[in-house]
């Protein structure tokens, strides 16, 4: 069992640390994603590394379309790697949709974290009445529809705004070779899942204390998504960067290191 969801996640371990702090990727993305920060917290913690079903270097066979319909089946897969691994009173850190998923898993077994790291949460894309998630509904159909039929030239346009920095077109062109290295199949069905999805109401449901990391301007998950997360989850505090994009872990290592460790330290205070 263990050696089947250390294969299914292609776990990875490292830092010298006793407590464990896990790092979960986005859309698109793998573990790679956060090479500039783990350094930074190898002295001090255990650190969890790992890729979703269907992503980086995991178990892509163990993909299952009807398990992931929605981000439950991930924040599964959350809780079976801690309970596997035996992991108690995790620091989960979280990027993008990964944020929900770490949430979802909160909610259903809050024993298992001791804090949750937020980068560029958002619970839902799409407007709805007096909630503004960045995106129309025909914006969402429109982008869901050019996924589809062109996944390809898809990541081609949306990569370069997902990174924000268009003075840095390494970072844009990183993403890009990330998302083709997905199998469209799955890349198209997790978009649909991520995209349309609308966990607001998860929200309210963790009581473990979680930071959210802000980007700005952030296109994908803009201020208002961010302080909407912030408000409406009990124990949570928020800061803002000074870092365009939807990647600050990526484009702003520094930043973003500073962010997580000032917000640590105010916890053990």
Known sequence: MEKDIIS???????????????FSHGYGCDQNMWRFITPAFEKDYDIILFDH??????????????????????????IEIC????????????HSVSSIIGILAAAKRPELFKKLILIGPSP???????????????DIDELIETL?????????????????TPGKPEFSEELHNSFCRMNPKIAKHFARVTFLGDNREDLSKVTVPAL????????????????????????????????????PHLTEPEQTIRAMKSYLKKLKI
């Not at 079903?53 to 959350?78: R, T």
């Not at 709805?128 to 960045?134: I, K, P, R, V």
């Not at 589809?148 to 924000?164: D, F, M, Q, R």
Request: with cysteine; charged share 20%.
């Open 8 to 22: 299914r996640n292609y776990i990875n371990r490292l830092g010298n640390g006793n407590e464990p702090m896990m």
């Open 212 to 247: 959210i990391i802000q980007s700005h301007p952030d296109i994908i998950a803009p201020v208002e998504v961010g302080k909407f997360v912030y408000k409406e989850m009990p124990k949570s505090s928020y800061t803002q960067l000074e870092s365009p994009g939807h990647c």
């Open 83 to 94: 309970e596997v691994l035996k992991l108690e009173k995790v620091t989960y850190v979280g």
């Open 148 to 164: 589809e039929s062109n996944y390809l030239g898809w990541s081609s346009s949306i990569t370069p705004v997902i990174a924000g």
């Open 124 to 138: 839902c894309y799409i407007n709805n009445d007096e909630y503004y998630g960045g995106f129309s509904k025909m």
């Open 53 to 78: 079903v269907g992503s980086g270097n995991s178990d892509e066979q163990a993909y299952n379309v009807e398990k992931y319909n929605d981000l439950n089946g991930y924040a599964d897969d959350i």
